[in-house]
């Protein structure tokens, strides 16, 4: 075998994936919500109102679940999605207030994760990234 199997790069990073998942559930927990709708919430605070596809290619998620969390965001009234054919979705004031409240408990949870990767570690994640993209 030319590669060991415990050196599998889609397995390490779904690992890494569910050990920061892992924190960031037990911390919005309080919230009701998720890593990915607070994904969106945060790509919507940067891009405000956008093509609801949009989100999915900055994000890099499916579009079934972006979809799946656009109507449950919606449902909530956290943000707003038009009826075009290509639906553009936007945040709502109660999705700022949202995001206003989400804001001190993820800092938090950002100093905790950069005390243990430092500033070398995000540069190594982030060229990591750009590497596979």
């Known amino acids: 075998m030319k590669y060991n199997v ?16 892992k924190d960031f559930r037990s911390s919005l927990k309080d919230f009701d919500i998720t890593e990915s709708q ?19 290619e900055a994000l890099v998620l499916e579009r079934s679940t972006v979809s799946r969390n656009v109507k449950l965001l919606e449902k909530r009234e956290i ?10 979705i936007e945040l709502t004031t109660k999705g700022h207030n949202l995001i206003q409240a989400i804001m001190p408990v993820w800092e938090s949870l950002m ?23």
């Open 6 to 21: 415990e050196h599998c790069i889609g397995n390490r990073l779904r690992c890494l994936s569910r050990i920061v998942d």
């Open 38 to 56: 607070l994904s969106i919430l945060f790509a919507l605070t940067k891009l405000g109102k956008v093509e609801q596809g949009k989100i999915g």
């Open 79 to 88: 943000l707003t999605k038009t009826t075009d054919y290509r639906p553009e």
């Open 111 to 133: 100093d905790t994760f950069m005390a243990k990767i430092g500033n070398e570690g995000l540069e190594n994640i982030k060229s990591l990234e750009e590497k596979l993209k």
